[in-house]
C-alpha cells in the first residue's frame, strides 16, 4: 500500500495542480487536427485507450493459482480499472485542458516532459 502511494503522488500533483495553477481550456479536448478529422481523432484516442486497458484479460491464465477467483478477479479487475483511469486519464485530461506545451507538440514518451513543464520537477 505505501509503494502505491508514493507512485500516485506525482500522478495527484500533476492532476491537481496543473489545472489550478494554469488557465484551462476545456475546448481543447473537442479539437481535432484538420488532416486527421474529427472521426479520426476519436478513433485514434478510443484505440489508445484500448490499448492502455489491454492485457486485463491475460488474468485468466493463472486463475488457478488464486485463492477463490470468482470473488478476487472481479475485485481485482475493478481495482486495476480504477488505477489505471487514475494514473491515465485524469493527469492527461488535466494537462490536455491546460495546453501547455502546446499539443501538437506531443509525441510518444514526453509525458515526462509536459509533466515538467507544468508541474515541475517535483513530478517529473
Partial sequence: AVFFVVIMIPFLILTVYAPATNTADLSIL???????????????????????????????????????????YPRGLLACVFIVLATYMLPLLAVTVVNKPPYGSWEDGSFASIAKAQGGSPVH
Fill in 30 to 72: 473537442l479539437h481535432s487536427d484538420e488532416d486527421v478529422g474529427c472521426a479520426g481523432g476519436w478513433r485514434n484516442l478510443l484505440t489508445v485507450l484500448y490499448w492502455n486497458f489491454s492485457g486485463i484479460d491475460s488474468a485468466s491464465t493463472s486463475a488457478g493459482e488464486v485463492v477463490r477467483p470468482g470473488y478476487n
